[in-house]
């Protein structure tokens, strides 16, 4: 394996001309009908820089490591095993609903208090 191999996009991007990469870019780019009104009016054309930043995006975004990630992922797991057993009136399959939710309140507990599990502490 080479050490920085390019990813597939870019090497179906290579199989494309110049040409064609433009005429794709216009295609995928809708641009605006103008209008009487857009050539009467007294506007200013738009200038300047556009100046992002990184720092403004969300701060309520969950991460992946998060234990609350986590017992919502198996909440609503729970839910569609619910939903698919009423609708198909089947008995619900054994999930220990019960001892889950306790260990994950065990977990945050843990990380709440910044304590590291030990091996013997791990679920």
Do not use: W
């Not at 040409?19 to 300047?48: F, H, Q, T, V």
């Not at 019960?98 to 910044?114: L, P």
Request: with cysteine.
């Amino acid at each position: 394996m080479k050490e920085h191999e390019a990813s597939t996009l870019v090497e179906f991007r290579k199989r494309f001309s110049e040409e064609d990469m433009a005429a794709i870019l216009e295609a995928s780019i809708r641009r605006p009908e103008k209008s009487r009104n857009d050539e009467d009016s007294d506007d200013p054309p738009n200038g300047g820089a556009l100046a992002l930043d990184a720092a403004c995006c969300p701060a309520d975004i969950a991460y992946p490591q998060d234990v609350n990630l986590l017992n919502q992922a198996r909440e609503k797991l729970e839910q569609m095993v619910d939903e698919i057993c009423k609708s198909a009136g089947e008995k619900k399959p054994r999930t220990y609903r019960k001892r889950a939710r306790r260990d994950v309140g065990y977990i945050v507990r843990f990380v709440q208090n910044g304590v590291k599990l030990t091996e013997t502490q791990k679920i």
